[in-house]
């Protein structure tokens, strides 16, 4: 049996600064549980993607002009980021963005802020936040930008959890990343997804790890969907791997 669509994404256009026409109708759709990849070259639009649906796409000057972003049979269209942490979507976003002057656990409990189920689940959560980041307990007193590149991305997705998300949007976990480093957040992505479940949308240049990871895959170039299916069928398609996997 197919799993449950949580996240529908129908023909969209994005444009910015009302003239640039970035997204040319993307269309996709997110199972409930699983790891989407959103795989593609620099510019192909898969971090606008995912701020079409996060509601970021406004600060930035951004504008869906067709098409819809459906999140469990709801239109998110004109909710800005907070709503859609409520409704249980947020976006980890590429570089990041830790509060560079507060600590790590400071950063962590930022996740927390829309939550009104008291302190002792939100306690709670930090130790399981601990327990699949330990380095990040073993950090937690130190300024957040004195920490290293891994354990920035590893605040940035503690951050999201600590929102209790049903979905996370993931962009370019790799960036900047040695390849072991890159492997160990992939694993607790993984791990998220199996224990946690947590569904995924994931934007990824390196194409090896994500379709490593990922159940399916869709491929963005120029702002359409080129290609889609399961991430065995993409690594198995030969212009798949002539195109796309050697890069990183
Ligand atoms: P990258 O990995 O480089 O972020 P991407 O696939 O995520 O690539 P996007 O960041 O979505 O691509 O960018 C898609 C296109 O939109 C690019 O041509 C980019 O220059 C343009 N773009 C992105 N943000 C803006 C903006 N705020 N204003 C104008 N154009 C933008």
Redesign the pocket.
Known sequence: TAAETLLEINNIEVI??HV?L?LKGVSLSVPKGGITALL????????????SISGLLKS???EITKGSVVYRGENLAGKDPADLVKTGVIQVM?GRHCFEHLTVEENLLTGSYTRTDGRGAIAADLDMVYEYFPRLKTRRKSQAGYTSGGEQQMVAIGRAMMARPETILL??PSMGLAPQLVEQIFEIVKRLNEEQGVTFLL?E?NTNVALKYAHTGYI?EN?RVVMDGSAKALRENPDVAEFYLGMS
Do not use: C, H, M, W
């Open positions: 910015y600064n640039i970035v593609g070259g620099n510019g192909a639009g898969k971090s606008t993607t995912l701020k930035e000057r951004g590429e962009d370019e934007a240049q963005l702002g």
